[in-house]
Nanobody, 121 residues
Framework: QVQLVESGGGLVQAGGSLRLSCAAS????????MGWYRQVPGKQRELVAR???????NYADSVKGRFTISRDNGKNTVNLQMNSLKPEDTAVYYC???????????????WGQGTQVTVSS
């Protein structure tokens, strides 16, 4: 499997900003899609933003205009810039990557360990 290492979570006041980063450990891969999901206790994990290798992006309606996802295909990294944060953005944020191994064309879908984002009012 491909390991994803996240960083950048923390505590911030409403209106503030945070930047999340995620790096894939395995370089011999073709990662088609990278994204960020979030989950609060008692609710399903939901998509926040995703980006393809071609740079096409999708955002949850709740974060459009405030969050920006970007990636570096050469480094297999993805970032999420979060601005104008709201208390309702509080959640555990998970990095996700989908693609295949170049050596055997086997598909994979990997998740990071999660990073806590807390926005105080």
């Amino acid at each position: 499997q491909v390991q994803l290492v996240e960083s950048g979570g923390g505590l911030v006041q409403a209106g503030g900003s945070l930047r999340l980063s995620c790096a894939a450990s395995e370089m011999n891969t073709k990662i088609n899609v990278m994204g960020w999901y979030r989950q609060v206790p008692g609710k399903q994990r939901e998509l926040v933003a995703r980006i393809t290798s071609a740079g096409s992006t999708n955002y949850a309606d709740s974060v459009k205009g405030r969050f920006t996802i970007s990636r570096d295909n050469g480094k297999n990294t993805v970032n999420l810039q979060m601005n104008s944060l709201k208390p309702e953005d509080t959640a555990v944020y998970y990095c996700n990557a989908e693609g295949y191994f170049r050596s055997n064309i086997r598909d994979f879908r990997s998740w990071g360990q999660g990073t806590q984002v807390t926005v105080s009012s």
